[in-house]
């Protein structure tokens, strides 16, 4: 469970640097469209460690998913929202009204409740059609994702969002179902495709729906896909369980801790509160 928190801190934390590194490269102009844009970001400092705090923090949320149940892992990574908007509230002097610091506790009572409930992670490897079912959700999200242009403006960016969620919840369930680490394991392993195509369908459906519209919709969908779903499937097929006695605990605080989520998800793309603020 530290270790799931320490993901959510280390995600919640580079999206506000990677915002103000953008910020910066955008201030300094110099034109070129996003691909320029991205290049100048690059090169601030804070965008190379918002960079390794990424990837810091998924070897955290890969630690997390081989030792506690998914349900757990999904919630806690939903809280770097809560992160990201204190972080945000002390360096890019975003305002947060008395709601948003209400859910920052929230989400900060309903981890206590899940880290009090959760029990260890299932050892239970799920029907042998499973790593290839993660593969065809994982290939549709990638589909739904390059048609997002195409789709009605109207309900865009939420079903985009929601589309990244479960793609980045194939991932979660992929890491869990993967036996071996060795080169010519992982070559065979479908659960390894799945963790990359699903990986790859999720930013680009959540890049698009945060193009498309509301950051609030598509964050809103990306938290409810990337916890809902793995967590389901976490319970029915791969033996996560509770403390004895404590299910009822797990539900409350995995639902307080969501909800607590949804609540920021404003702050689900930092730049856009950068703007509203500033607006």
Do not use: H, K, N
Request: net charge neutral; with cysteine.
């Amino acid at each position: 469970m530290v270790c799931a928190l320490g993901a959510a801190v280390c995600f919640g934390t580079a999206t506000v640097l990677q915002a103000m590194a953008a910020r910066e490269a955008d201030t300094a102009g110099g034109g070129g469209g996003e691909a320029a844009l991205l290049l100048r970001a690059v090169r601030q400092w804070r965008y190379v460690v918002g960079l390794a705090l990424d990837g810091l923090g998924f070897l955290f949320q890969v630690a997390a998913l081989r030792s506690v149940p998914i349900y757990a892992v999904g919630a806690a990574l939903a809280s770097s929202l809560a992160v990201t908007a204190v972080v945000a509230a002390r360096l890019l002097r975003v305002r947060l009204s008395g709601r948003e610091w209400g859910a920052v506790g929230v989400v900060c009572a309903g981890l206590a409740l899940l880290g009090v409930a959760a029990g260890t992670e299932g050892d239970l490897g799920g029907p042998a059609a499973l790593p290839y079912a993660l593969l065809g959700v994982a290939l549709v999200v990638l589909l739904f994702g390059l048609a997002g242009g195409r789709l009605p403006q109207r309900g865009r960016a939420g079903a985009l969002g929601l589309a990244a969620g479960i793609g980045f919840g194939v991932v979660e369930v992929a890491v869990r179902l993967i036996d071996s680490v060795a080169l010519v394991d992982l070559l065979r392993d479908p659960s390894a495709y799945a963790l990359l195509l699903g990986g790859a369908a999720a930013f680009l459906s959540l890049t698009s729906g945060l193009r498309a519209g509301s950051v609030t919709a598509a964050t809103a969908g990306l938290v409810i896909g990337e916890t809902v779903g793995p967590a389901a499937v976490g319970v029915i097929w791969l033996g996560d369980r509770t403390r004895e006695g404590l299910g009822w605990v797990a539900v409350l605080g995995f639902l307080v801790a969501v909800v607590g989520a949804l609540a920021l998800a404003r702050f689900g793309e930092a730049p856009a509160a950068v703007a509203a603020d500033a607006g």
